[in-house]
């Protein structure tokens, strides 16, 4: 008996990318969020930090990146994480701080994975 899909219609095409400090599965059609990148909302970005990228039974694993391989994706959103509460407290000192975080976060929707020569 042969293999059987994951799910009907299912394409089990994915790439493992990084963005920032994070690495991310991406299939097309996913939407991530990551770290804030400097470029517009509504905008095309190329990512070319491509790890791996699986089709069916091939892979391809890079050393350290896959030769040509790149990642389309559009910029669908930027948003504020949550707020984040840093207090320094040093107790008999009459030391205190506060101070707050909101990290910046992109949404993006994989638009098409390009495996390169």
């Known amino acids: 008996m042969g293999r059987l899909p ?15 400090t994070h690495q991310y599965k991406a299939k097309v059609g ?4 990551i770290e804030r990148v400097p470029e517009a909302v509504g905008t095309q970005i190329t990512i070319e930090d491509v790890y791996m990228i ?6 391809l694993v890079g050393t350290p990146r896959v030769a040509g391989a790149k990642v389309l ?9 949550p707020k984040i509460r840093v207090f320094k407290y040093r107790p008999k000192e009459r030391y205190r701080r506060h101070q707050g975080h909101r990290q910046s976060y992109m949404r ?3 638009d098409e994975i390009v495996k390169g020569a």
């Open 73 to 81: 994706a559009t910029i669908e959103e930027e948003f504020a994480g």
């Open 6 to 20: 994951l799910c009907i219609g299912e394409e089990s095409v994915y790439a493992i990318i990084k963005s920032g």
């Open 54 to 59: 699986v089709d069916g039974d091939e892979v």
């Open 108 to 110: 993006l929707r994989i």
């Open 30 to 33: 996913d939407r991530l969020v």
